[in-house]
C-alpha cells in the first residue's frame, strides 16, 4: 500500500533488471507451484482438519459419547485399572481426560522395544472402554505430515522427506508470489468476482494470498523447522558424536532440556524390564500443582528400568505457546522430585514456539476456528492458483485461434484439477461415511476405512481423467455435496451422537461436527449448482442443451467440444 | 481478540478507503483524485497506520492473564481475519465501508474504556 499521492508525481520509470528479476521469480513460482501443487493442497487441507484432530478422534468413536468430566483421583483409578487388565505392564504413557478429549487415553507394553497397546478408561470408574477400531483424526494429522496410507504406517521416512520437499517448494512459492504478483499490496483489498474468467481468478488467488500471509509463512517455516534433524543432520552428527555414529539421543535429550545422555542413562539393560507396582501417584500430582501454580497435568509416563520405577508428568500442552510441555521426573518408589525439565536456551524455546505455533496446542476454541479458517483459506489460495494456470493459457490460446483445441498438457491439468482437488473433499467425506457404515466387527477396519479415502480420491481423479471439463467439476462436487449432507443422516440412524441429542444437551463438541458437515455439504451444493447453471460462452454455443440440464451422473449426450471446459469457463 | 480484531478492522477499513478504488466505490460521487478526496485519503492512510500500531500496542501492554507472546499471536489471527472481513465488505459491500469501519472504531473505544474500569 502506497499513499494517495496526486497523479503527477506517481509515476517512475521502470528499471530493466527489475522487470528480468521479475520474470525470472513468476517462471519459478509458476512451475514450482503447478508441480506440487496438488500435493501441497492434499497436505494444506489434511493439516486443516488435524486442527480438530481430538474432535474427529472422538466423533469416529460414538462409543465415547456422553463421558463424565474427571474427578480428582482419576490417574490413581486408571492405573489400577490398567494392573487390572495388564498385570505385567512395565511402561505407559497416560494421557488424562481434558475438555476436549474427556477419556484417559493409556498407551501401555509388557516388554521393552515392543509395540505399545492401547486402552482408553472411563473418566471417573477408570473402567475399561470399547470403541470400534479406527485410526480417527491421526490420519488427517499423519497424512499431512508423513504422507500415511496405511493404518500401522508404511514408508514413513520417504513420506515425510516428500513433504519436507513439499513444504520448501511452498515457501519457495510465497516468497516468489510476494514478488511475480506485484500488485498484491496495491490491490490488497480488491476481489471482483463479478468480472468472471482469469481477472477474478487472479483476484482471488492475489486476496486468499495477501490477507493471511502471516500464517502461511509461519505454518511453512515452521513445517520446515519441526524435521530439521531430519533435513539437515550434519550439523548434528559434527557436536553430538557418538560410539555408534551419532548420538543423536543426547541431541533431542538437550533439546528438551534433558541433560545429555538422560534418556539412555538409566535404561540399563534391554533384555527384560521388571513389573510396574502400584504407585502413589497423588503426591507427586500435587507437587506438580504446586510447581505449575494451577497448570494442567497432561500426561503421566511411568517406566521401570535398571533403578526400579521412573515416573514423569508432563505439563499439559495446551498451557502455553512453546512445545514441548515442561517435564517433571520422580523416583517412582519414593516419590522424590528428581529433575524439572524445561529448556531454558533462547534458541530452544524459539524452536518450541515455533513448534508449537504449528501444532496450535495452545488455541482456544475461537482461535482454533480463526486457524481452521485460514487452513480454508491456504487451501483455496493453492487451487485457485492452480486453476489460474489453466484459465490463463486457455485464454491466451482461445485470443489466438477461437476454436483451438485442448493440448494434452492442459488437459491433464485441469483433469488433476478435478480429481484431486475436487475430488479430496469426496474422499474424506467417503471416509467418515465408512466409519459409520463399515462393519464393527470387520477385520483390518481401520485399513478398510483408509481404503475408502483412497479409492474414492482414486475414482474422482478417473472421473477428472474422462471429463476434464465444467461437467466434471459439477459431478465431483456435487457427489461431495450429497455425501456430506448425507453424513448427519446416516449418523443419526447409525448412532445415538446425532443432532437429536447433541443439540439439545449442548453438547457443542459433537453437534459441532454435524453441523459442520451440512455446511459443508450447502456450500458444495451451492458450487455445484453455479457450475451447472448454463453460461452462454461465444466458443461453447453449440455445446448444447445438454449442458445446463444433465444432472450429476447422467450421461449427458454431447461431445468434447474445445471451448466447453473447466479451464475456460471455470 | 475482540478488541483486537475492532481495532484492525477499522484499521483496514481506513486503509482501504484511502485508495482510489474503494474510495470511488465508498462514495461513488466522488472524484478520488480532487484536492478534497486526496487530502481525506491522505488523512485516512495514516489514520489506519496510527490505529494498526495502537492495537499492536494495546495488545502488547495490556496482554492481561496471558503473555505478551500469546498476546502477539492472537493479535495476528485478529489482524487476518479482520483483513478479510475487510476485503468482503470492500467487495460485497463497498458503500456501507466507512460506516462499518467507524461502528467498529467506536465498539473498539468502548471495549477498551470497559476493560479498563472493569477489575
Not at chain 2, 507472546?69 to 470492500?90: E, F, I
Request: hydrophobic share 50%; proline share 6%; aromatic share 10%.
Amino acid at each position: 500500500m502506497t499513499p494517495p499521492q496526486t497523479k503527477t508525481g506517481a509515476k517512475t520509470t521502470r528499471q530493466p533488471e527489475q522487470e528480468g528479476f521479475r520474470q525470472a521469480m513468476s517462471w519459478l513460482h509458476t512451475w514450482s507451484g503447478l508441480i506440487l501443487g496438488w500435493l501441497l493442497f492434499a497436505i494444506f487441507v489434511t493439516g486443516t482438519l488435524s486442527f480438530f484432530k481430538n474432535e474427529f478422534n472422538m466423533w469416529m468413536r460414538p462409543e465415547l459419547h456422553g463421558l463424565p468430566p474427571p474427578d480428582s483421583d482419576v490417574a490413581q483409578r486408571a492405573q489400577a485399572a490398567l494392573h487390572r487388565h495388564a498385570p505385567g505392564v512395565s511402561n505407559f504413557i497416560m494421557r488424562l481426560p481434558d475438555e476436549r478429549t474427556p477419556v484417559v487415553n493409556v498407551l501401555w507394553r509388557d516388554k521393552p522395544n515392543s509395540r505399545f497397546e492401547a486402552l482408553l478408561l472411563h473418566p471417573q470408574t477408570g473402567a475399561t472402554l470399547q470403541a470400534r477400531e479406527t485410526a480417527g483424526g491421526e490420519f488427517f494429522y499423519r497424512f499431512h505430515f508423513e504422507l500415511r496410507t496405511a493404518h500401522k504406517g508404511r514408508w514413513t521416512i520417504q513420506g515425510r522427506w516428500v513433504v519436507g520437499v513439499a513444504t520448501l517448494m511452498m515457501f519457495i512459492a510465497l516468497l516468489t508470489g510476494v514478488v511475480t504478483h506485484r500488485r498484491i499490496f496495491k490491490d490488497f483489498f480488491t476481489f471482483r468476482p463479478r468480472k468472471g474468467g482469469q481477472r477474478a481468478w487472479l483476484d482471488a488467488h492475489n486476496v486468499s494470498g495477501v490477507l493471511v500471509l502471516p500464517f502461511y509463512l509461519m505454518i511453512t517455516f515452521s513445517g520446515l523447522m519441526i524435521f530439521h534433524a531430519m533435513y539437515m543432520p550434519a550439523g548434528i552428527a559434527a557436536v553430538y558424536p557418538g560410539a555408534k555414529g551419532t548420538d543423536t539421543q543426547s541431541y533431542f535429550s538437550e533439546l528438551q532440556g534433558d541433560a545429555p545422555g538422560a534418556r539412555s542413562a538409566r535404561r540399563g539393560s534391554n533384555a527384560q524390564a521388571e513389573p510396574l507396582p502400584m504407585l502413589d501417584l497423588a503426591p507427586m500430582l500435587s507437587q506438580a500443582g504446586q510447581l505449575w501454580r494451577g497448570g494442567r497435568v497432561g500426561s503421566i509416563t511411568v517406566r521401570s528400568d535398571s533403578q526400579g520405577p521412573l515416573v514423569e508428568i508432563t505439563r499439559h500442552d495446551g498451557d502455553r505457546l512453546q512445545y514441548g510441555p515442561a517435564r517433571l521426573r520422580f523416583d517412582g518408589r519414593t516419590g522424590q522430585l528428581q529433575t524439572q525439565v524445561d529448556p531454558q536456551s533462547p534458541a530452544i524455546k524459539t524452536y518450541g514456539v515455533l513448534y508449537g505455533l504449528h501444532l496450535a496446542r495452545f488455541a482456544d476454541i475461537g482461535m482454533r476456528w480463526a486457524l481452521f479458517g485460514f487452513g480454508v483459506m491456504g487451501s483455496l489460495m493453492i487451487a485457485s492458483g492452480l486453476i489460474l494456470w489453466s484459465v490463463k493459457r486457455r485464454a491466451q490460446a482461445l485470443r489466438k485461434t477461437p476454436a483451438a483445441p485442448l493440448p494434452f498438457g492442459e488437459r491433464l491439468v485441469a483433469s488433476f484439477n478435478i480429481g484431486l482437488m475436487g475430488g479430496l473433499p469426496l474422499a474424506i467425506a467417503a471416509y467418515l461415511l465408512a466409519n459409520r457404515l463399515l462393519p464393527l466387527e470387520m477385520p483390518g477396519r481401520p485399513d478398510a476405512e483408509l481404503s475408502c479415502f483412497f479409492g474414492t480420491w482414486a475414482l474422482a481423479l478417473l472421473l477428472g481423467l474422462i471429463r476434464p471439463m465444467r461437467q466434471g467439476w459439477a459431478l465431483v462436487l456435487g457427489m461431495a455435496a450429497t455425501a456430506y449432507l448425507l453424513l448427519p443422516w446416516v449418523n443419526a440412524l447409525t448412532t445415538s451422537t446425532h443432532l437429536g441429542i447433541s443439540l439439545p444437551a449442548k453438547d457443542w463438541s459433537w453437534a459441532g461436527m454435524d453441523l459442520s458437515f451440512a455446511a459443508m455439504g450447502l456450500m458444495l451444493a451451492a458450487l455445484t449448482r453455479h457450475l451447472l447453471r448454463a453460461r452462454p460462452q461465444p466458443a461453447a454455443r453449440h455445446a448444447g442443451p445438454a449442458k445446463g440440464a444433465a444432472a450429476p451422473g447422467r450421461k449427458p449426450g454431447t461431445q468434447l467440444i474445445s471451448g466447453d471446459n473447466a479451464a475456460q469457463e471455470a | 481478540m475482540l478488541l483486537d480484531f475492532l481495532l484492525c478492522f477499522a484499521a483496514w477499513t481506513a486503509l482501504a478507503l484511502a485508495m482510489e478504488r474503494h474510495h470511488e466505490d465508498a462514495w461513488p460521487g466522488v472524484e478520488s483524485d480532487a484536492p478534497a478526496a486526496v487530502l481525506r485519503r491522505q488523512r485516512l492512510f495514516q489514520a489506519g497506520w496510527i490505529l494498526l500500531a495502537l492495537s499492536l500496542g494495546i495488545a502488547l501492554g495490556f496482554a492481561g492473564a496471558t503473555t505478551a507472546a500469546m498476546s502477539a499471536t492472537v493479535w495476528t489471527a485478529a489482524l487476518c481475519l479482520a483483513a478479510l472481513a475487510a476485503t468482503s465488505m470492500a467487495t460485497w459491500q463497498a458503500q456501507r465501508l466507512p460506516v462499518l469501519g467507524l461502528m467498529a472504531l467506536t465498539l473498539g473505544i468502548l471495549v477498551f474504556t470497559f476493560d479498563c474500569l472493569g477489575p
